[in-house]
């Protein structure tokens, strides 16, 4: 999934990512690495969404 176009509601529905990290990774858009994702989520969530 791209996280880039995807809206938060679609994003909360990705394995370990809870309301508040679909609405964090949404505001802080747009990634241009998965090491520029992995700032905003803490390793265990971005673990379980990968």
Same mark, same amino acid.
């Given at each position: ?21 679909? #609405? #964090?990774?949404?505001n802080h858009r747009p990634y241009k690495s998965r090491a520029d994702l992995k700032?905003?989520?803490?390793? #265990? ?6």
């Amino acid at each position: 999934m791209n996280v880039n176009s995807a809206s938060s509601y679609v994003l909360n529905y990705i394995s370990g990512i809870d309301k508040r990290s679909a #609405k #964090k990774i949404y505001n802080h858009r747009p990634y241009k690495s998965r090491a520029d994702l992995k700032k905003q989520l803490s390793d #265990k969530i971005y673990e379980q969404a990968a």
